[in-house]
């Protein structure tokens, strides 16, 4: 299947129809996300271009060979099957380091994805009143158009496209910071139509209901305009943020679902507990990509969730020590290249600083870039701020070509 869809995307390329076809099929399911990683991964093996391309591919692949020991080592054959993510996302972010060099090239990508978003969030809007119920149904679970995993809070919540509220949002979010993007570059009815586009974002992303998004947003709005170099802006974003926060701790009635604030806060100290004790007990090598869900009722005494609600404690229990140190190291080379890019002014340095900012602000709350679709879309605005600054590996090179293995 793989090799169809390959040779029917090489004749579509040229008019972008491929592309587009790939772009939908991580927007509007969570299952078909894998098909296009499948494929980026066959067209770099047939062209003999698996190698280690920048600092992020390297370290996604160290990830990929690191969460298969972790692996073996708990004897977990669901964290074991899980780790090959990674090598999906090794591919995704080798084949955007060899054919995504450009402004032009990433924009493109972009507005496929923000075009294909604004479908999602108009099933968003059917979904929240009533044309699609939440019933649950095969095809809406393979499309995203129902919760994967039933939980009374999810009531009166909308999943758009992605299985799950607080999926979407973060996915919702990014969007609006690039229809920002794309807002300030545009004139004339082009303009009008992303202020609408981006209305219409921001309304899904009220409807579901995810506090962290909101702060995950504000803060990349804030991040946006520091790397414009827009210090009036910045300091007022700033301001707003903080009186948001304010009146969100002292009237979170006012606010949706804020009648659940005290709870939620309970509720994400409990599991963040749990999961730090987990961390001290493996904190060389973790307990595997599904290690929390699947730990026993004597190391994990709480309700069973699928990770910590935050991405730096739940890459710690899950591929320990060894596994967070190797993220931070593609993190910390991430920011050292956004400066960089920040410096010489690409235009494009704002938006993918503030998807970063925000991605981290709704990281403090949650691990959405755990589920495929959403780990993508983070794993892509990633690999742009590398390829875009020509990075290379720290490491001294071998003589001849750096490669893992030969394609």
Known sequence: MVIVWSEVSHIFHERGIGLGINCAFVVFSPFLVYLPQA???????????????????????????????????????????????????????????????TREKIEQLLYYIFSLT????????????????????????????????????????????????????????????????FYEKSQGRKRQLLFCSLLL?????????SRGAFIGLLLGLVVYDLVKGRMFHFILRILILLFGLVVFVGYPEWFPRGDLLSLT???????????????LKKPLTGWGIMGIYFADDNVYQYLRVLHAHNMIISLAVM????????????????????????????????????VQAMFWGHGIFDFTAMAPQIGLLFVVF?????TLSGSKVSWPALPGRRKFFSA
């Open 118 to 181: 604004l479908i999602s969030a108009l099933l968003g809007l059917l979904e929240g009143f009533g044309v699609i119920d939440s019933t649950p149904a095969g095809w809406k679970t393979f499309f995203g158009l129902t919760t994967l995993i039933p939980n009374d809070d999810n009531l009166f919540r909308i999943t758009g496209t992605f299985g799950n509220s607080n999926l979407a949002a973060s996915w919702y979010g990014a969007m609006i910071l690039v229809g920002f993007h």
């Open 39 to 101: 494929l980026a991964l066959f067209h770099l093996v047939r062209r003999k271009q698996v190698d280690g391309g920048n600092t992020w591919t390297t370290g996604m692949f160290l990830l990929f060979l690191w969460s298969l020991a972790v692996g073996i080592i708990n004897r977990q054959g669901y964290s074991f099957a899980a780790g090959f993510v990674f090598l999906g996302y090794y591919g995704v972010s080798l084949f955007l380091h060899y054919n995504y060099r």
């Open 265 to 279: 806060i309970d509720l994400r100290w409990a599991i963040w507990e749990n999961c730090f004790n987990m961390y």
């Open 382 to 386: 990633s690999s742009f701020i590398g």
């Open 319 to 354: 591929l320990g020590s060894v596994g967070l140190l190797i993220f931070v190291w593609m993190e910390g080379h991430l920011l050292a290249q956004l400066w960089e890019l920040s410096r010489e002014k690409c235009s494009l340095a704002p938006l993918l600083a503030a």
């Open 201 to 209: 974002l921001i309304v899904v992303l009220v409807m579901t209901g």
